[in-house]
C-alpha cells in the first residue's frame, strides 16, 4: 500500500527551505494549517502524519486507524498524546539538535537587549532625543554589562550548554540548576532555590511536563534575591504569566526577554501583550529556533525520519 502523508501545518516552517521529497512512492497531502475541528478528518486516511503544533489527541488519533507514524516537526512532543501512540504502535519521531545555535544565541541576544537598553534608546532616538541632547550622547537609560555576572540554566540539555559556552565567552559565570525538587545531585550542579537566589539572569531551557508547568511562580520569583532579568525560549507554561506580571511591576526581576508565550499566538488581553507595551519586558513571537540553518537542518531530519521508517517498515514486510 502506498503511504500517505500528511502535513497538518506547513505554514509554521518558513517557505525559504529546501524541502526533499521522500525517496519511497508516497501520496503527499500538505496543509498549510489545521485548526481543532479539523485533524480527525485530515489524518484519517494517513499513514504518516507531520505537525509542528497541531495537538494530536486520543479522539483524533483514533479515527486514524492507518497511521503508522508522527513525525515531529519540533523537539517538544506535548501535543501528543503519547501514551495512546504507545498504546497502538504508532511511532513517533522528533527533531533534536537542530537548534544548538539559533536558540542559544536568541537568548543572548535577549540577555544584551535588555542589558543595553537597546528597546528604550531606539525609541528615544526616534522621538528625536539625540538632537535634543545638545551633546554626543545621552544616558537616560542605565546600561549594564553582562560579564562578571552570574547566568543561572535552568535545563542543561544541548539549548543551555549552547547558552552557556556563550555566556562564559562573555566573562560571565554559569550556574547549572539541578533538578527541581531535587535533594542530591552532582557537584556540577547547584540546587535549583540557590541558582533563584545567586543569579543576575536565569534562563529556562526545560521541556513543558506536568512536572515543569509553572515551575517559575510567585514563590520562585520571591527567592530571586538580585533581581535578575528571566529569559524564556522554551515553553511559555513554565512561566507562571501573572506572577511574572507581578513581578515586573514590583521590581522583583528587572527586565524578562521571552520568545514564547502560554497561548500562542498571545490574545490582545493576555498578560503578555499587556507586558510588551513595557521597556523592561521583550516579546518575540516564537522565533528563536528559525534561523535559516536550523530549519534546513530540520527539514533534513524530517526528510531522514520518513527514510528510516521506509526502510523499517520494508524490512518488516
Known sequence: MTPHIVFLDAETLPASID?????????????ARTAPHEVAERIRDASIVITNKVRLDAEALARAPKLELIAVAAT??????LSY?????????????????TVPEHALMLMLALRRQLIPYRQALAQGRWQQSQQFCFHDFPIRDLAGDTLGLIGYGSLGQGLARLAQALGMRVLISARIGADTYPPDRTAFSEVLRQSDVISLHLPLTPETRHCIGAPEFAQMAKRPLLINTARGGLVDEQALASALESGQITGAGFDVSQQEPPATDSVL???????????????????????????????????DFWQQRQAGD
Not at 524541502?19 to 496543509?31: I, K, L, N, Q, Y
Not at 507595551?277 to 525520519?305: K, M, N, S, Y
Request: a positive charge; charged letters at 20%; hydrophobic letters at 40%.
Open 19 to 31: 524541502w526533499r521529497a521522500p525517496g519511497f512512492p508516497h501520496r503527499w497531502t500538505s496543509h
Open 76 to 81: 517538544g512532543t506535548d501535543n501528543i498524546d
Open 85 to 101: 501512540c504507545q498504546q497502538h504502535g504508532i511511532a513517533v519521531r522528533n527533531v533534536r539538535g537542530y537548534a544548538v545555535h
Open 273 to 307: 501583550w499587556r507586558l510588551a507595551e513595557r521597556q523592561d519586558f521583550l516579546l518575540t513571537p516564537h522565533v528563536a529556533w528559525a534561523g535559516a540553518q536550523a530549519t534546513q537542518a530540520l527539514a533534513d531530519q524530517l526528510h531522514r525520519h520518513l527514510e
